[in-house]
């Protein structure tokens, strides 16, 4: 049942990111975690112009107040660490111009050894579609596809070239090179989305809600692939948003990973029982600061250990 486990870097308000990203990002490597992980959340609209996840009415985290630029963030954690995958969870990939992008990736893996794990979404802010200005929201689908041509060809043998609506790149010598082939993976959930994952990412990032459901999509994703004859494996990393609290969350409605470490550890074994290659977790607003969270990260890598995974 062992299972490879990662950590969530420090990246809101609470923390002082130029300090706390490298001592937690050392921290979580001495402690066993295999991968450290970051997130985008670009602005803060005030007075809010939908709800969180395009959903009505639901109102924004306050921890998404100040969220610090996650490639910047990821390049924090290169010197302080030499073992630990560096991944994105979620990148929104549409934000961000293609060829830079897939430079900033290519140099951070360079840089790193090889750690880079992309993993890109397509977001769903129209805010921060409209800040960042690259391209248009109803198009997300369309651009999500360029930037993952464009990260092919600029990770690729020189020369580079490539024609597409947002990018041109002429014949080109485009470096550093990653150290090796960046994994891409996406958190497909559509039948449109999920079959762009399978015929062009090398793996799954899914939201663990639920051991049941997720085994379902799982499921589901595998038996795409075989319809669509891919031949390599998938690779798997599920994201755990956690819901910690000091005192044992009590009542039947306790929803997956909400409660004490020994109650999220039990959700983390019955997670890993699906069979996914990687959990990672993410702290979320718990932690008071840096202090904490490593003493809250050690304690649950201990636990989860200690439990089989």
Same mark, same amino acid.
């Given at each position: 049942?062992?299972?490879?486990?990662?950590?969530?870097?420090?990246?809101?308000?609470?923390?002082?990111?130029? =300090?706390?990203v490298?001592?937690?990002?050392?921290?979580?490597?001495e402690?066993?975690?295999?991968?450290?992980?970051?997130?985008?959340?670009?602005?803060?609209?005030?007075?809010?112009?939908?709800?969180?996840?395009?959903?009505?009415?639901?109102?924004?985290?306050?921890?998404?107040r100040?969220v610090?630029?996650?490639?910047v963030t990821?390049?924090?954690?290169?010197?302080?660490?030499?073992?630990?995958?560096?991944?994105?969870?979620?990148?929104?990939?549409?934000?961000?111009?293609?060829?830079?992008?897939?430079?900033?990736?290519?140099?951070?893996?360079?840089?790193?050894?090889?750690?880079?794990?992309?993993?890109?979404?397509?977001?769903?802010?129209l805010?921060?579609?409209?800040?960042?200005?690259?391209?248009?929201? %109803?198009?997300?689908?369309?651009?999500? *596809?360029?930037?993952?041509?464009?990260?092919?060809?600029?990770?690729?043998?020189?020369?580079?070239?490539?024609?597409?609506?947002?990018?041109?790149?002429?014949?080109?010598?485009?470096?550093? =090179?990653?150290?090796?082939?960046i994994?891409?993976?996406?958190?497909?959930?559509? %039948? %449109?989305?999920?079959t762009?994952?399978? *015929?062009?990412?090398?793996?799954?990032?899914p939201?663990?809600?639920?051991?049941?459901?997720?085994?379902?999509?799982w #499921?589901?994703?595998?038996?795409?692939?075989?319809?669509?004859?891919?031949?390599?494996?998938?690779?798997?990393?599920?994201?755990?948003?956690?819901?910690?609290?000091?005192?044992?969350?009590?009542?039947?409605?306790?929803?997956?990973?909400?409660?004490n470490?020994?109650?999220?550890?039990?959700?983390?074994?019955?997670?890993?029982?699906?069979?996914?290659?990687?959990?990672?977790?993410?702290?979320?607003?718990?932690? #008071?600061?840096?202090?904490?969270? %490593?003493?809250?990260?050690a304690e649950?890598?201990?636990?989860?250990?200690?439990?089989?995974?």
């Amino acid at each position: 049942m062992a299972a490879r486990l990662g950590l969530s870097l420090p990246q809101t308000h609470q923390y002082d990111i130029g =300090k706390d990203v490298p001592e937690v990002a050392r921290a979580a490597e001495e402690i066993g975690y295999e991968s450290l992980w970051v997130f985008e959340r670009a602005l803060f609209p005030e007075p809010a112009t939908q709800g969180l996840y395009g959903m009505e009415g639901v109102p924004w985290p306050d921890a998404y107040r100040s969220v610090a630029e996650p490639l910047v963030t990821l390049a924090l954690a290169v010197p302080a660490t030499r073992r630990a995958r560096l991944g994105t969870s979620v990148l929104v990939a549409p934000l961000h111009g293609p060829f830079q992008l897939a430079r900033t990736l290519g140099t951070l893996d360079a840089a790193s050894g090889g750690r880079v794990v992309a993993g890109l979404g397509t977001g769903w802010s129209l805010d921060e579609y409209a800040a960042a200005g690259i391209a248009p929201f %109803k198009d997300r689908g369309k651009s999500l *596809d360029e930037v993952l041509d464009v990260c092919r060809a600029v990770w690729g043998p020189d020369p580079v070239t490539y024609e597409g609506t947002l990018t041109t790149i002429n014949s080109s010598v485009v470096g550093p =090179k990653p150290a090796r082939p960046i994994p891409v993976l996406l958190p497909a959930m559509s %039948k %449109k989305a999920l079959t762009r994952l399978v *015929d062009r990412a090398d793996g799954w990032q899914p939201v663990a809600m639920g051991a049941e459901q997720l085994a379902t999509e799982w #499921r589901t994703l595998q038996e795409l692939a075989a319809e669509r004859g891919r031949t390599e494996p998938l690779q798997s990393a599920a994201r755990i948003n956690l819901q910690y609290t000091a005192k044992a969350f009590e009542g039947a409605d306790r929803p997956p990973f909400a409660g004490n470490i020994d109650q999220i550890v039990t959700d983390l074994v019955a997670h890993v029982e699906v069979g996914l290659d990687e959990y990672f977790v993410d702290f979320n607003a718990a932690p #008071r600061d840096a202090e904490e969270l %490593k003493d809250l990260a050690a304690e649950l890598y201990t636990a989860a250990r200690a439990a089989g995974v």
